[in-house]
């Protein structure tokens, strides 16, 4: 059962997180692009559902991973407390930071939903001027590195486990 459950839980991350980590890190360039090409605002409308609608996939791994570390009985373990406190972490900076920073740059864009305005009717100071989008950009760049960066210690932690009897 354990190896089932630990199964589950690696697809998860590996399905869930994946293309958030991804669409999340596409989107500041594509918001510096958004005020010359109109495709990239269809763009962005896309990488943000991708981000919306994984980031509610993404439930399932730490509901697979409590499953799992209860049946390996590892609950009290420094390294999975430490994972989970980094995987809410994580959780917040997409929820609380990145999400809402996606959705406020669409509506600054004029378009806080696909069809409903013409895209790049806000005059916006040109890039190398440190415009709107540019700024939004930086920001969400920053927080998307931070998310990653985030996860990337979760795995790490996932793998190495201290004090694993694994050997690893």
Not at 52 to 65: N, S
Not at 77 to 87: D, E, P, V
């Amino acid at each position: 059962m354990t190896k089932f459950l630990l199964s589950l839980h690696v697809l998860a991350a590996i399905i869930a997180v994946g293309p958030v980590a991804v669409a999340a890190s596409m989107f500041p360039r594509s918001l510096r692009r958004a005020h010359e090409d109109s495709g990239a605002v269809t763009g962005l409308h896309l990488l943000h559902r991708v981000c919306r609608v994984y980031a509610g996939v993404g439930v399932a791994v730490p509901v697979f991973g409590f499953a799992t570390a209860s049946n390996m009985h590892v609950l009290g373990s420094a390294w999975l407390i430490t994972a989970i406190g980094l995987t809410a972490v994580a959780a917040g900076v997409l929820a609380l930071w990145i999400l809402p920073a996606q959705q406020a740059a669409l509506a600054e864009l004029g378009t806080a939903e696909p069809g409903t305005a013409e895209p790049g009717t806000s005059e916006a100071p040109p890039e190398s001027q440190g415009g709107p989008a540019v700024r939004t950009a930086a920001r969400l760049a920053a927080a998307t590195g931070i998310f990653n960066l985030l996860w990337a210690t979760v795995t790490i932690l996932m793998i190495v486990r201290p004090g694993s009897t694994t050997g690893a």
